[in-house]
């Protein structure tokens, strides 16, 4: 069980979203170390029809650490509704000088102490000079 103190996804899904993403892109710690504060162990990320367990999902850390210069999140929509959540937001992410923006529809399931235990998601992205 997690014993973090800062935003899980159950107690704020766009403090969640905001510090995952800065801290997978940009922390100190081992990306295992982030995925295992936020998402049970057994994680279970579905992105585009793509099955990512946590192994996987930390393997895509750590090149986006060396590539991401900046991301920032544009939070549309949050909802959370026992054990299941779901958002609507927009990452800015500037790779190598390049800027691109990516559209998500995320839903997902909790587990009891509140961090991530499956996620659902679609993505798309967006002209970048449409969404500056």
Known sequence: MSTQTGPTPGRDLAGYLRSYVQEMAFGDEEPNVVMDRYHTPDIAWHSDGLHLDRERLAAHARP??????????????????????????????????????????MFGRLAPDGRLRRVDQLTRTLDTEQHR
């Open 64 to 105: 986006a650490r060396r590539t991401v210069t900046s991301c920032a999140l544009d939070i549309h929509d949050t909802l959370a509704c026992g054990d299941r959540v779901a958002a609507r937001f927009t990452l800015h992410a500037v790779t190598r000088g390049r800027t691109i923006a990516t559209e998500i529809h």
